[in-house]
């Protein structure tokens, strides 16, 4: 095995398997089977993340050696608030490190100094929101289910934001700003530029009028049903500005499902007179928030319910989210990660993707006759190295191994299997291994004897420095966060598009949570018990995508030939520093853009068309307006129905 010793990969093995995985872990992640043949190694990594990170040059998403990350210290044993103000004299145990100065190194001090910046319409101490249609659900064959479920929170307006200098009559100028207490609370999992989120709502709120309060729950969602709680301050803040982990605050479990836990949500909500309650998270989480947010207005809590897209798999995507917080920093660490093992061994990639595998239909030993196709291809022109990328949520697409997986391994939170207990980069490279071994001796295959090192990765990058963009992001949303509040809207998402673009060229506005679910029709296993329930639910890959298309093209290329480069190490500044993922530049997005520009040019009809205008005009409007009414009532009637899920 050329490069490593075999003693020295066992050890690697047993070390990384010291310690047992938290059983909640559930990064969306992707396995990256290395099958070198000279012996390099396997790996995984995430399913959506191989496509998107390949922005730079072609679809790397890395990996190392298995290695669970280190528990978490239990949350601070506080006493429960009995009333308003007491977050701020309670004393935190010192059984846990939360919102204590961290020890940062030169380069944390450095990137600590960086001062994100704001798109016009969040500039000044003026909020001007214009509010547009009612938005409504993307899956019309779910719309009645979901708005009898959020029959207070549905159907609500979408808000753009505007600059100072935006000429719209119809806008809300909100110029003064009473003193508000928000709470703020981590539920999703670890994801790089989440202390972001919390600086920028912090910074916003004290811009607004000094007296405002940001409390933190300690602890994510067990703290705030215990109410356990921490003043954010500038002191609080300094050390964890730009920097990764939820540390500051700390999580547990993301879950706010049952009665009880929304009632016990309510209690804290109402016990500590928060005005709002801001929820950082994925997809559960924020469908947790709508929930939240239908309960707090069905039962007249004061409260307002915010949601942030913060989660590292990316898979929080729909026509108003482009991207979530964490997304770009997990592509590009993980790109050089993966860079560095090409380089190692001088290798191609081979790329597998569970939504191809669904829609293809293919099972394991199609998946096998695929990998060693593509071996014996390579070693044709003697190329006996390669990497081959898996996702870890390969074996959901592929029905004979998700019915018995489901069966045999506890579900998460969310219902779904523990994906990342599952070695699906072994299970493939023994298969392969036996297949190249059966074709070795039959004489069709004349190449090396093949052998793959398998590697994990699935924790590594969810802890690293965010890249530049993540800090941007989630900074710009914190702000975003309390326009939401000032505006005294319930039950909305912070959204950002036109994100590819610079920051000042960045759209804000929110989106009420309910327009962005979906009702599920099928489902295996365990999660078959929200079946007909409303909820924000994960995007997958989209194979009618340009991201897609893009990697499509170019597969052959990345099979048989070396064909990739080093983006290196994560760059603040420089070189490399404003690169942003390929799905994010190259789809058409900046969906509340384009919604408001419609917006204008009905107004503009209205104007131009008014009674006392020509024929010419009348007949102009009504001929070019049923040709366009006629073609979007074919275009939304073949859309009900469909789901992605």
Not at 92 to 116: C, N
Not at 278 to 289: E, L, R
Not at 590 to 619: F, H, N
Request: positive net charge.
């Amino acid at each position: 095995m050329q490069g490593y010793g075999r003693d020295t990969i066992k050890h690697r093995r047993e070390a990384g398997r010291a310690g047992p995985r938290p059983p909640d872990a559930r990064a969306r992640r992707e396995r990256i089977a290395y099958l070198p043949w000279r012996g390099r190694g396997v790996g995984r990594v995430g399913a959506t993340s191989c496509i998107k990170s390949s922005s730079a040059s072609h679809p790397h998403l890395p990996i190392t050696v298995r290695h669970p990350p280190s528990p978490r210290p239990p949350p601070p044993n506080t006493s429960q608030a009995g009333r308003a103000g007491d977050e701020e004299r309670r004393p935190l145990t010192m059984d846990s490190d939360y919102g204590v100065p961290r020890e940062l190194s030169e380069v944390q001090k450095k990137r600590a100094l960086y001062q994100p910046g704001l798109p016009p319409c969040l500039q000044g101490t003026t909020v001007r929101v214009e509010y547009g249609d009612a938005a409504i659900a993307a899956d019309p064959a779910g719309a009645h289910v979901i708005s009898h479920a959020y029959a207070h929170t549905y159907g609500q307006p979408l808000a753009h934001f505007l600059r100072k200098t935006s000429i719209v009559p119809e806008a809300k100028v909100i110029s003064e700003h009473p003193a508000v207490r928000v709470g703020i609370v981590f539920c999703g999992r670890q994801s790089p530029g989440g202390h972001n989120v919390v600086w920028g709502l912090y910074d916003a709120i004290k811009a607004h009028n000094q007296n405002s309060k940001l409390i933190g729950f300690l602890g994510g969602s067990d703290g705030l049903l215990a109410q356990r709680t921490l003043e954010i301050t500038d002191e609080v803040l300094s050390s964890y500005k730009n920097q990764g982990g939820y540390d500051m605050l700390g999580r547990t479990k993301d879950q706010i499902r049952t009665t009880e836990q929304v009632n016990g949500a309510m209690a804290s909500c109402q016990a500590l007179k928060l005005d709002a309650l801001v929820i950082i998270g994925g997809v559960t989480s924020n469908t947790d928030a709508a929930q939240l947010a239908e309960t707090f207005a069905a039962a007249k809590c004061p409260t307002k319910v915010v949601g942030v897209p913060v989660t590292l798999n990316g898979d929080l995507k729909n026509q108003f989210v482009e991207t979530t917080v964490g997304f770009d920093t997990i592509c590009k660490v993980n790109s050089q990660l993966i860079s560095n093992v090409c380089t190692d061994a001088l290798s191609a990639e081979k790329v597998i993707l569970g939504e191809e595998v669904a829609a293809s239909k293919l099972t394991i030993f199609d998946i096998t006759k695929q990998i060693c196709d593509a071996v014996q291809a390579r070693a044709e022109t003697d190329k006996n190295h390669g990497v081959v990328l898996i996702p870890e949520g390969l074996v959901e697409s592929i029905p004979e191994l998700y019915a018995l997986l489901q069966l045999l391994l506890h579900p998460e939170s969310d219902d779904s299997a523990q994906l990342s207990q599952i070695e699906t980069e072994k299970l493939l490279a023994q298969l392969v291994e036996t297949e190249m071994n059966r074709r070795l001796k039959e004489g069709t295959y004349k190449g090396k004897k093949f052998n793959a090192i398998c590697h994990f990765f699935g924790y590594q990058a969810r802890g690293a420095l965010p890249s530049k963009f993540d800090c941007d992001y989630a900074y710009v949303l914190g702000h975003v966060c309390y326009h939401i509040i000032a505006a005294g809207l319930n039950g909305y998402m912070a959204t950002v598009t036109n994100l590819k673009s610079p920051v000042n060229k960045w759209r804000c506005g929110a989106a009420p949570i309910s327009s962005m679910m979906t009702v599920k029709r099928w489902s295996r296993g365990p999660a078959a018990a929200q079946i007909g329930k409303p909820a924000v639910h994960m995007a997958s890959v989209d194979l009618k995508g340009k991201a897609y298309e893009l990697l499509r093209q170019n597969s052959s290329s990345f099979l048989l030939e070396d064909i990739y480069r080093n983006p290196g190490p994560l760059q603040f500044e420089g070189p490399g520093a404003d690169s942003k993922p390929i799905s994010l530049c190259v789809e058409d997005q900046d969906y509340m853009g384009r919604i408001k520009k419609l917006q204008e040019y009905l107004e503009k009809v209205k104007t131009i068309v008014k009674p006392g205008c020509s024929q010419d005009i009348l007949k102009a409007a009504l001929t070019a307006m049923s040709s366009v009414t006629e073609t979007l009532n074919i275009m939304s009637s073949s859309s009900v129905g469909q789901t992605t899920f």
